[in-house]
C-alpha cells in the first residue's frame, strides 16, 4: 500500500459558484481501512460520470451544460466522479462515438483537450476524479475493441443481431492472453499518464483533482481456467501505473464476486497487489434478478435485503485485507422503468438511502467502507425518443448507450434524490 503523505498543490476553488479564492487541495491518501484527506478520514456519496470528458470538448461537448452539472453537484456535496477516459473505435452502434482513440493508438485531440477542460474545472471546485482507462464491456469498445484491431476477428457485439452475451464474453475472455491487445493498452495508459493538462498546466501525475487511476470498468475473470491470465495480466497494468505515478491511488473496477464467477476466494486472490490500494464493488438488483419493475413493491424488499448481505460479505473481505473498499456503481430504476424525471423514483430513494446510511455508520466507526457512487449523474441529458435508444449526437445521460437513456439517471430536476445525498455528505463532512 502507499504512504505517500498527501502534498498539497495550489489551485482554484469556487466557494460561491461565483466568486473565487485560492485554496489547496490535497491528494487523497489510504491508511488501513480509511481514506485519508488532510489528515481526517475521508468518505463521499459521489456518482458516476462517465461522458465527463466528451462534454468537455469544445468541439463534440457542451461546456456550459458541464460547468452547470458540476455547480449542481457540489452543492449538493458530491465531490467524488468516476469517469472514462476516453473510448475505442466507435464505429458500432450502441457504442460510444465520438471515440478518444480512433485507431489503437492514434487520438482525436479534440477529446484530449475536452479531458484536460473537465479535470481543471474539477480541480477549481476541488472535486476528485476516479478515471478508469478500459472497459470489460462493448459500450466505449474496451478490451473487445483491442482485441478487434488485433486481428482476432470483429466484435461479436452483443447488442446486434445474431450476437449472444455468452459469446461476447467468451471473446472479450482472450484479451488476458493477447499479446499485441495488452501491449496497446500498456501504450494508452503511458499516453494519458504522461500527458500535462494545456489548462493548468499540471502533469496528469501531479494533479491533486485525480483521486485513483483504475485498471477497468469490470474487469472479469470469466472462466476458473482464465484466473491465471486474468491475475497476472491485472499486475502487470497494477505495476505499469503504481511505476509511473507515486502519487494517486490505484483501484481496478471490480465488481466483486460477481465478476469473480460469484465467488469471495476468487475475488480476493486476484486482489493481493500490494499497489492495489483500495477494494471495489458494484450492486446491480435488476440486472441480478433481485428487484422487477412490475413487482416493484415486493422485490425492492429482495433487493434490499441481498444488497445489505452483498455489502457485508465484501466488508469482511476489506478488513481482512486492512483495506477500504467502495461501492463504485448502484442503482435501480424509476416507476414502470420510465425513463422521465416525472416518473416517481420513490424506491429508488429508499434504495440510495439504504447504501447511504450503511456509508455513515461506517464513517462513523471507522469501518471499511469508505464510499459510494451512485450511478449515475446525467443532469440535463434525456432520452429523446420512447425506447430511449441513444444515437450519435444525441445528448449523454448517465446510461451508456447499450441502455435505455434515462433508465438509471439522476437527473437536475431530481431534487429528492439531490436532498437525499445533500444530507449524507453534509453528515460524512
Not at 470528458?53 to 458540476?70: F, I, M, N, Q
Request: hydrophobic fraction near 35%; aromatic fraction near 12%.
Amino acid at each position: 500500500m502507499k504512504n505517500t503523505i498527501s502534498t498539497l498543490l495550489a489551485v482554484i476553488s469556487c466557494f460561491s459558484m461565483i466568486s473565487c479564492s485560492a485554496q489547496k487541495q490535497s491528494l487523497i491518501t489510504v491508511k488501513g481501512t480509511q481514506f485519508i484527506k488532510d489528515g481526517k478520514s475521508y468518505s463521499y456519496v459521489g456518482a458516476n460520470y462517465w461522458y465527463g470528458a466528451l462534454l468537455g470538448s469544445e468541439k463534440y461537448g457542451d461546456r456550459k451544460r458541464l460547468v452547470r452539472e458540476l455547480d449542481l453537484m457540489k452543492a449538493n456535496g458530491i465531490d467524488n466522479l468516476r469517469v472514462l477516459v476516453g473510448a475505442e473505435g466507435g464505429t458500432y452502434d450502441y457504442t460510444v462515438t465520438p471515440a478518444l482513440q480512433t485507431a489503437q493508438g492514434k487520438y482525436d485531440e479534440a477529446l484530449l483537450d475536452g479531458l484536460d477542460f473537465f479535470m481543471s474545472e474539477m480541480g477549481k471546485r476541488g472535486m476528485y476524479a476516479v478515471l478508469y482507462l478500459n472497459n470489460n464491456w462493448e459500450w466505449s469498445g474496451g478490451m473487445s475493441q483491442y482485441l478487434e484491431w488485433n486481428g482476432k476477428g470483429a466484435i461479436p457485439n452483443p447488442n446486434l443481431k445474431g450476437n449472444t452475451w455468452p459469446q461476447f464474453m467468451e471473446y472479450t475472455s482472450k484479451f488476458h492472453e493477447c499479446e499485441p491487445c495488452k501491449t496497446g493498452f500498456e501504450q494508452h495508459i503511458k499516453f494519458v499518464l504522461g500527458r500535462t493538462n494545456a489548462y493548468t498546466k499540471k502533469k496528469y501525475t501531479e494533479d491533486p483533482a485525480i483521486m485513483s487511476w483504475q485498471v477497468a470498468n469490470e474487469p472479469r475473470v470469466f472462466t476458473k481456467e482464465n484466473e491465471k491470465a486474468f491475475t497476472n495480466w491485472l499486475n502487470k497494468v497494477v505495476d505499469l501505473i503504481d511505476s509511473l505515478d507515486k502519487n494517486h491511488l490505484i483501484s481496478t473496477g471490480s465488481e466483486g464476486k460477481a465478476g469473480s464467477n460469484d465467488d469471495l476466494a476468487t475475488f480476493e486472490r486476484t486482489h493481493q497487489n500490494k499497489n492495489i490500494d483500495y477494494l471495489t464493488m458494484h450492486i446491480w438488483p435488476k440486472n441480478w434478478g433481485w428487484f422487477k419493475a412490475e413487482e416493484e413493491k415486493s422485490t425492492l424488499q429482495v433487493a434490499l435485503t441481498n444488497a445489505g448481505k452483498y455489502i457485508d460479505e465484501h466488508v469482511a473481505v476489506a478488513k481482512k485485507m486492512n483495506r477500504p473498499i467502495v461501492i463504485e456503481e448502484f442503482g435501480l430504476p424509476r416507476t414502470h422503468e420510465g425513463l422521465l424525471p416525472d416518473a416517481s423514483v420513490e424506491s429508488r430513494n429508499v434504495f440510495y438511502e439504504s447504501f447511504f446510511k450503511r456509508l455513515a455508520e461506517s464513517h462513523k466507526n471507522k469501518e471499511a467502507l469508505a464510499g459510494v457512487n451512485f450511478w449515475g449523474f446525467g443532469g440535463e441529458g434525456k432520452a429523446v425518443n420512447k425506447t430511449g435508444k441513444w444515437n450519435a449526437g444525441d445528448a449523454f445521460t448517465a446510461d451508456p448507450p447499450q441502455e435505455p437513456q434515462g433508465l438509471n439517471t439522476v437527473f437536475s430536476e431530481d431534487k429528492s434524490t439531490l436532498k437525499l445525498i445533500k444530507k449524507f455528505n453534509n453528515q460524512l463532512k
